[in-house]
């Protein structure tokens, strides 16, 4: 008799138990908003998880070079022509100064300018050296023209000695040039100078890259080449 009763209160003590935690269950959760409840849920599950580490994306620094230049300097990023197809680019302080985005590159040697103090394009233009007028003798005379204080950056694309004459050879071998006069047909050449002062000797200015049947990357054309580097803004 005992048995039964104490076994009847063992009984209503667990409905009891259950109704108030059915009941507190209910309070909570009316009380509780619906996206705490699925968050604490979802950082229950991921106990246990390994964290997840992405490496940072790297930063692009100006135009394009792998690493960036120096307070109070200016990028440059020079690259040839490449075959029929890969138009020529002159990069400066990360603007396309001379591009086919542009559209203002084309067959033979271009050139832009640039002011050095403002680091602002002053002309762009380019000279055919496979047919037509004498645009060696103009290009003589745009480099001439260059205001003192200048920044002149070439490019070949295609061909950019068939009919460059001596003198537009002397006055860009006048701003420092060691190839011009090494210039082949096809030869993908890029070259930086300065006109009015001197550029640091540690700075990559010059590269020709010739064309060999044996060894060219496109059909009749040599690679393209490309220099790049930085020019502290303090040299005048």
Same mark, same amino acid.
């Given at each position: 008799?005992?048995?039964?009763?104490?076994?009847?209160?063992?009984?209503? %003590? =667990?409905? =009891?138990?259950?109704?108030?935690?059915?009941?507190?269950?209910?309070? !909570?959760?009316?009380?509780?908003?619906?996206?705490?409840? *699925?968050?604490?849920? #979802? $950082?229950? #599950?991921?106990?246990?998880?390994?964290?997840?580490?992405?490496?940072?994306?790297?930063?692009? #620094?100006?135009?394009?070079?792998?690493?960036?230049?120096?307070?109070?300097?200016?990028?440059?990023?020079?690259?040839?022509? %490449?075959?029929?197809?890969?138009?020529?680019?002159?990069?400066?302080?990360?603007?396309? =100064?001379?591009?086919?985005?542009?559209?203002?590159?084309?067959?033979?040697?271009?050139?832009?300018?640039? $002011?050095?103090?403002?680091?602002?394009?002053?002309?762009?233009?380019?000279?055919?050296?496979?047919?037509?007028?004498?645009?060696?003798?103009?290009?003589?005379? !745009?480099?001439?023209?260059?205001?003192?204080?200048?920044?002149?950056?070439?490019?070949?694309?295609?061909?950019?000695?068939?009919?460059?004459?001596?003198?537009?050879?002397?006055?860009?071998?006048?701003?420092?040039?060691?190839?011009?006069?090494?210039?082949? !047909?096809?030869? *993908?050449?890029?070259?930086?100078?300065?006109?009015? !002062?001197?550029?640091?000797?540690?700075?990559?200015?010059?590269?020709?890259?010739?064309?060999?049947?044996?060894? $060219?990357?496109?059909? %009749?054309?040599?690679?393209?080449?490309?220099?790049?580097?930085?020019?502290?803004?303090?040299?005048?």
């Amino acid at each position: 008799m005992r048995a039964a009763a104490g076994n009847l209160m063992k009984l209503s %003590g =667990l409905l =009891l138990a259950s109704g108030c935690a059915w009941y507190l269950g209910y309070v !909570f959760a009316d009380i509780i908003p619906e996206e705490t409840v *699925s968050t604490a849920i #979802q $950082n229950l #599950q991921n106990i246990g998880e390994k964290p997840v580490i992405k490496a940072p994306l790297p930063k692009r #620094q100006k135009c394009d070079h792998w690493s960036p230049c120096a307070p109070r300097s200016y990028a440059y990023r020079l690259l040839s022509g %490449g075959g029929k197809e890969k138009m020529a680019k002159i990069c400066f302080e990360d603007e396309l =100064l001379i591009s086919e985005q542009r559209g203002n590159v084309g067959r033979g040697i271009n050139i832009a300018i640039v $002011n050095y103090k403002t680091g602002k394009v002053v002309s762009t233009k380019f000279f055919d050296m496979w047919e037509g007028a004498d645009f060696s003798g103009e290009m003589t005379a !745009f480099i001439k023209n260059a205001p003192q204080g200048s920044l002149l950056l070439m490019v070949t694309h295609d061909d950019g000695s068939t009919r460059l004459k001596d003198d537009g050879k002397r006055v860009i071998e006048e701003l420092g040039s060691k190839e011009i006069r090494n210039m082949k !047909f096809r030869s *993908s050449w890029v070259f930086i100078a300065a006109k009015g !002062f001197k550029l640091p000797d540690n700075i990559e200015k010059e590269k020709i890259n010739h064309s060999d049947n044996r060894r $060219n990357r496109y059909s %009749g054309w040599p690679a393209e080449i490309q220099i790049e580097g930085c020019i502290p803004d303090d040299l005048i």
